[in-house]
């Protein structure tokens, strides 16, 4: 009896182990279908989907938080979920209960737990017979002929995919965060009126358009108007083409590789690949290099202004009205009554800035009296925008939005206050300290960072695709910054702080301005591959050094644009841009003079730099190059860090030349060859040489080699002969071949035998041996070993005091 009972058991549980085995099995493998009558359910979402038969996509319930689903396609292989269409995104649906069905009268519908419809197809065709996941990523329903009756690529969301339509009445509509999946403000769409295709900013309180360029017509575009067919499709190589003749192309145009053209949340558009081996997204296209021009970005009455990076502020007298959403912008300090009367009003001026559209009167030539009489005689008038070019102009504005700051507008906007309002400069002073703060941690964690790390240094390598005509000079990478930081808290404007800096330190100068100042470009400073340097003095009894580029930059606004953003860099460790000309053909930059020569003067010649002023040259440039890297910018790299470009100041503090300047010449010139732009040999990292994304970390190597040549005192960089393999290599290498063997080894001697000779042992052990350390970790082949520039400067900071206690 017993054993028959057992044997009972056995059957049970064999009888489980197979149900379960089946069940594994049915679901593991890849379905790509869904029957009529069948349905996928939210509970097992994780089990539950569909799978395109490539594995590209797949399709079923995703889940954010503990208890929202969508139904959504998504990316199967990317490294963090990315969604490419969504049948819910307003609604998400309960995890219990809750089912996406292939009902019998051919409807594809989404069930909450409560039976409700949250989403369904328009097709009732009774002839549906299976819901497929394509390879392209289109969910399509499909009779029993096997023709398509409805289709999801007919419903997009905010991507775009190869081969997907754009078409007539259609849209991409972004999302409202950065993360989020709810309907944003906006759109990308053919335009019902004129057949164009543009991007326009839809939001609760305005609507305004900004790509194609607003400042231009429909030809002056490059676009048609004609075609009214309203069809725009991306193609399997990159290629994108719109029937009003708009068409651009990836950077990494060609087959093989998995793209999107997503409608991002921060208004701009663009072309993402994906990097097969990392499985991170790259830019590859996108439609507004510089993110200030996008409208509606910081919301009414909010001003945009490149910080570097494009930032939203509130101007003086207004404050953020959500202090975690920009969209919703700023609201005035002050009690609003119904008209200001004349007396009761005062303008303050904002230099360089304006706010684009909503103009209740234009006029000139005007002067700047009558234009602000207007302003005051019109209740509705919250500001005016007066510049005078040539003769003057004068708008005034019943709406304040889409406001920039940057200095290649030349003129101001002022703002309407009431004059019993207290706009105090000190105020906006004891702000500024917030103004280099180091971005959101949470950009900066986990897995996170890779992707934001993989992103930049693709963005790199596509905008050097522009830099077709510049060939091997000193290169500054400027990213426009789709990268942005408007989660900073607490954030007022220093817009007027910002505009002093500007005024008085960084500036335009005629060319003749700057042939007198150098009396007409006698004394060369120096020269290399962007130009020569000359020394010259200023007006105003400045000493400066004048940069002269030998190459053809891009247009004066880009240039321009570029430069702006540059002026405002600012550490003690980086030398100082004071202004630039652009005048006809000439390209000059106003540096600050510095005194005491370049490092290799001080290094590699018979005059022996101590120990003391070594450390801080040390410490100082990776200062500058953390700053550069991290701290605000997250967009510089330097790509010729050598001691010819790290300056001394009279008290030996070390000051980086050269962070310069070369950028795109002529922007999206398409089939546009272009040369890899190198450092300088010795200080180049492998990845040059090994055609390797191009990071931050290039500059952590050529960093590694000037510490190591600042212990050492002589050129790492040079080529030698070794006895032992016969054949040349740097000196560097048989450096760092010999020290290693040697700690290895447990040999004391390697820090005596690496320190340079010429100080005759007097030098801080711990301090030399922390150098050598970190010289040797950022000339490590794999530059995922490299430290971070911020990482040498705390090692480095850890260890200053040491000279103190030590004194040797
Ligand atoms: C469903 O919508 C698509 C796209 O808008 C349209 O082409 C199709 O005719 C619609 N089908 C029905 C049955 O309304
Ligand atoms: C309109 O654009 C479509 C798609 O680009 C193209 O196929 C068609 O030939 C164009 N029509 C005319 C009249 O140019
Ligand atoms: C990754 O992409 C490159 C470039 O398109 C291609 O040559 C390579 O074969 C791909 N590798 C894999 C594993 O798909
Ligand atoms: C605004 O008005 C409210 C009530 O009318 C008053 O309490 C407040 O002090 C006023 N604020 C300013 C800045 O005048």
Redesign the pocket.
Known sequence: MRQHGFNKLDIILLVMIIISCFFNFSCSKNQNVLDRGSSLSAEDADSNSLISPDGSFSCGFYEVGTNAYWFAIWFTDSKERTIVWMANRDKPVNAKGSELALKKNGVLVLKDVDGTVVWETNSTSTGARKAELLNTGNLVLKDHKDDIIWQSFDFPTDTLLPFQALRKGKKLVSSLKKGGFATGYYNFYFDNDDNVLRLVYDGPEITSLYWPNIALGIYQNGRTNYNSSRIAVLDNLGRFLSSDQFQFSASDAGNGIKRRLTMDYDGNLRLYSLNNLTKVWNVSWQAMPQMCNVHGLCGKIGICTYTPNPECSCPPGYERSDQSDWNSGCKP???ISSCLKPDEVKFLEIPHTDYYGFDLNNSNPITFEACRDICLGDCLCQAFSYRLTGEGFCFTKGVLFNGVQTTSFPGSIYLKLPA??QVSGSALLSDSSSKCEPSDVNVRVGSTLMYDMDFKKVRWAYLYSFSAAIGAIEFLIFVSGWWFLFRKNGTSSNLEDGYLLISSQFRGFTFSELKKATNNFKVELGRGGSGAVYKGHLTDERVVAVKRLGVIFQGDEEFLAELSTIGKINHMNLVRMWGFCAEGKHRLLVYEYIENLSLNNHLFTSSVLGWKERFKVALGTAKGLAYLHDECLEWVIHCDVKPENILLDSEFEPKIADFGLAKLSQRGMPNSEFSRIRGTKGYMAPEWALNLPITAKVDVYSYGVVVLEIVKGIRLSNWVVDDDIQEPEAELARFVRLVKRKILCGDASWLEETVDPRLQGSYSKDQAKKLVEIGLSCVEEDRYRRPSMATVVQALLDCEDSSRTEKT
């Open positions: 300090k002050f009690n019993s309002l």
